[in-house]
């Protein structure tokens, strides 16, 4: 997955949707977490940099303008690497070589590698979201069938359900995840 939902931003940009937050900290804490972590900084500091980071989000995300193509997710990791080099900054009374920043500073086969984990964590936290919009026979259903690639009569077998119930449970995830990203910016 490459997008972040466009609907998602308007949302976080107008007044206080604590909902949209909600999903958006569900969404992306654990990447930016992960990318952080990734840099070398220990637990407590790399939890700190992350509400850092969210608290900036809070007062750039109204000024924030999509420009297609664009990329909100390299803003973000614009945000993320600035409030890293201030706190190395702020902790800085230690002389700490130079080189040992270079990740910071530029960073770019870092930032491939962390961008894909980014990408794998974001897409396990939609569907952890969206997996609680169904009854979980239909989720299973669903999850057999699309992402394990089972035949529609094995998991109808399987499940104790008729073929049509499987095809109903493909159809209604895949329109609920086509809704829900439908206004997806490539990033």
Known sequence: MHTTSLTLLDRLRGPR??????RFVRLYSAGLYSWVRGHGFRHDDAADLVQDVFTTLVQ???????????????????VTRNKCREHVR?????????EALA?????????????EEFRRELMRRVT?????????AVWRAFWA???DEKPASRVAAEQGINIWAVYTAKTRVLARLNEELADLAED
């Open 17 to 22: 949707d604590g909902d949209a937050w909600d």
């Open 60 to 78: 750039k995300l109204p000024e924030f303008e999509y420009e297609r193509g664009g990329s909100f997710r390299a803003w973000l990791w614009t």
């Open 90 to 98: 702020r902790r800085r009374p230690v002389a700490v070589p130079d």
């Open 103 to 115: 990740d910071l500073e530029g960073g770019a086969a870092t930032e491939d590698v962390s961008a």
């Open 128 to 136: 952890a979201v969206l997996e609680t919009d169904f009854p979980p």
């Open 145 to 147: 069938h699309v992402i």
